[in-house]
């Protein structure tokens, strides 16, 4: 028995031994094992976003390395521009867009439209294809669902559901929502006769807003036109509104609109008795802008996202760089345009890891002997490198 | 009435033949911004790029589509791909259906691939939705589907009436590493259905290149040529 126990215990402090050796025999402790994530920094991303950056990866997404950017060159995140660039990561993880506090308009527009129509219920498909590059576009937004939720309950107010005037209404509303998936939706009903003047004023909307979601901009902007130039129509200044709107989506398939979609967009934010259409028009702008001149949207949202006091805009304009910079294909012609400002330049060499954005970075760093070049000509550098001088001297910070 | 003209519709703009078959080799477009332009006039490279995800649970089906944009070369194969996700019996079983119609469509190859990693109890669903499928498109529809590495040990999915399986050999989890070696030892799985197309990763070197008629390649990067030229190594 004794034998026996001196034996087990032989063999356990042996095993034990064994396990020591094993682990001598590696670098570092393998009782430990440590990951990274490859697009992003350590969760909680409050801390990167805190300035605790880590171990910078190339790999990283660009809106990381944005910020990584402002840390590098000392302009850093000041507490509003941190909560903005929260808000920024919290709108990508969420899985419904947005911070989706409002309602669920589409759903709504489902339950009210089901309990007066007739013809057989169904969610309304929101989504058009982009046949140029197989992405699908949202079409018809929560807007429209709530705007027609709202006028629907008035309408039935006004004349009850059991009136062949609503009847025409709702069918009429459920023709402008077919189109919303791009098809060739259904046909706007003929007018009964008699039909009130709110029931020709909202026909006249229907037609405009038909011809918007089958993409006829043309068509929509002079229906709309029309409805805004009737004084009577309590249309009248949403539908200023949506023919500025119509022509920026013309801009995505043809930029020459662009011009035309900017003296649109102006004309209306010169009008004062149009005030309260003002702040989405504003933001009609400055998309009109992004689609038609992308490059010079981007070097200037650029200079924004490396400079300080972006305690307001930095979430959006996180949003529309980010989009921007990887859109951009990296042809010579972009990185050439890259060059003329310093993040977009980095950003491209940290992001291509070759031969030449080593040579670049490690000239850059010897010219410059900032942090941002040496992170980017150490991340390319290799093992086989030769002449990299890691005898940096930081550079005095006020 | 309306929504069977609708379909009659569909199927003739789908094709007025045969489903077209998709070429030897199969790109993965998932999601993220993905440009083929690179590979213009090569017929031998198609790709099944992630039109929409369904996401499935009790309250109903809700659908994200692909936000990101997939450009590929004038006449390459495109096959839109469906990945449905959840654990839960939907109450409206006809969305997967309209939304699998709608992909079809939209597509225009009269292709269409589903990516379903389906819990035993859904798996009624998931035999009605290919059965329904078939049924409305019949010959004219090539219909696929991925398959877990681990099915092929039960393959109880060789019955669904579909034109391909591809069992995806990367991401296999704990057992990928056994079952790479026995794929080694047996050049294979020994159920004819888990042979015709494999699945492999750019970034995993684990499963061994087998014979097959075709293969698709997943890459958690973007494509480029640099990365497609990686692929014949």
């Known amino acids: 028995m004794v034998t026996f126990i001196v034996r087990i215990v032989v063999a356990l402090v042996l095993a034990g031994a064994g396990r020591q050796l094993y682990l001598w025999a590696c670098p570092w402790s393998a009782s430990e094992i440590v990951t990274t994530f490859a697009r992003h920094p350590d969760v909680p991303r409050t801390q990167y976003v805190g300035g605790k950056l880590g171990v910078l990866l190339p790999s990283f997404a660009t809106s990381y390395q944005v910020i990584a950017y402002r840390y590098l060159t000392g302009v850093g995140m000041n507490r509003g521009e941190q909560s903005q660039a929260n808000s920024y990561y919290l709108d990508l993880t969420r899985r419904d867009p947005w911070d989706r506090t409002a309602p669920d308009w589409g759903e709504e527009w489902s339950k009210v439209r089901t309990t007066y129509s007739t013809t057989k219920a169904g969610t309304v498909k929101k989504e058009r294809l982009n046949r140029n590059n197989y992405a699908y576009e949202l079409n018809c937004a929560a807007d429209a669902f709530r705007v027609a939720s709202f006028t629907l309950r008035d309408r039935l107010k006004r004349v009850g559901a059991a009136s062949p005037f609503f009847k025409n209404w709702l069918t009429g509303q459920e023709a402008v929502f077919s189109n919303c998936d791009g098809s060739d939706g259904d046909a706007l009903p003929a007018l009964p006769s008699g039909a009130p003047d709110w029931l020709r004023q909202d026909r006249a909307y229907q037609l405009g807003a038909r011809f918007f979601y089958r993409g006829q901009a043309e068509e929509a902007i002079r229906a709309f036109r029309l409805v805004a130039a009737d004084p009577k129509s309590p249309w009248r200044v949403l539908a200023r509104y949506l023919v500025a709107r119509a022509l920026p989506r013309e801009v995505q398939a043809n930029p020459k609109m662009s011009d035309r979609a900017l003296l649109e967009i102006d004309g209306v934010l010169k009008e004062s008795r149009l005030a309260q259409i003002h702040g989405p028009v504003r933001v009609l702008r400055r998309r009109n802008l992004i689609i038609a001149k992308p490059e010079e949207k981007m070097l200037e949202l650029s200079a924004a996202l490396s400079s300080k006091g972006m305690d307001l805009s930095l979430r959006q304009d996180l949003w529309d760089f980010v989009a921007l910079f990887d859109k951009a294909d990296r042809s010579p012609v972009t990185r050439k345009l890259s060059r003329k400002q310093e993040l977009p330049d980095w950003l491209s060499v940290m992001q291509r890891p070759d031969a030449e954005s080593a040579l670049y970075a490690r000239r850059r760093w010897q010219q410059k002997h900032d942090d941002t070049w040496l992170v980017a000509a150490l991340s390319n550098a290799i093992a086989s490198d030769e002449g990299v001088e890691l005898n940096h001297r930081p550079r005095q910070r006020k | 009435m309306q929504w069977f003209w609708a379909k009659s519709i569909l199927l003739a703009c789908v094709s007025s033949g045969l489903a077209a078959e998709p070429p030897a080799l199969m790109l993965w477009a998932w999601e993220q ?201």
């Open chain 2, 33 to 233: 911004r993905a440009d083929l332009r690179f590979l213009a006039g090569r017929t031998d490279v198609g790709v099944a790029y992630l039109a929409a995800t369904a996401f499935i649970s009790e309250a109903g089906v809700r659908v994200q589509y692909r936000g990101v944009p997939m450009l590929a070369p004038e006449g390459m194969f495109r096959m839109p791909v469906v990945r449905i996700e959840g654990r839960n019996m939907p109450k409206d079983r006809n969305a997967l259906f309209n939304l699998c119609l709608r992909l079809i469509g939209d597509g225009g190859s009269g292709a269409l691939q589903i990516d379903f990693d389906v819990p035993m109890k859904l798996r009624p669903l998931y035999e009605e939705l290919v059965g329904d499928l078939r049924k409305t498109f019949g010959n004219k529809l090539h219909l696929s589907m991925t398959v877990l590495a681990g099915w092929c040990e039960k393959p109880w999915f060789v019955k669904m009436p579909v034109d391909e399986h591809v069992v995806m050999l990367f991401r296999m989890g704990k057992a990928g590493r056994d079952l790479a070696g026995r794929l080694e030892r047996e050049k294979g799985f020994a159920t004819p259905a888990c042979r015709e197309s494999l699945g492999y990763s750019t970034d995993e070197k684990l499963a061994p290149k087998l014979d097959t008629t075709r293969r698709y390649w997943f890459s958690p990067k973007p494509w480029s040529p640099l990365l497609f030229a990686s692929l014949s190594r």
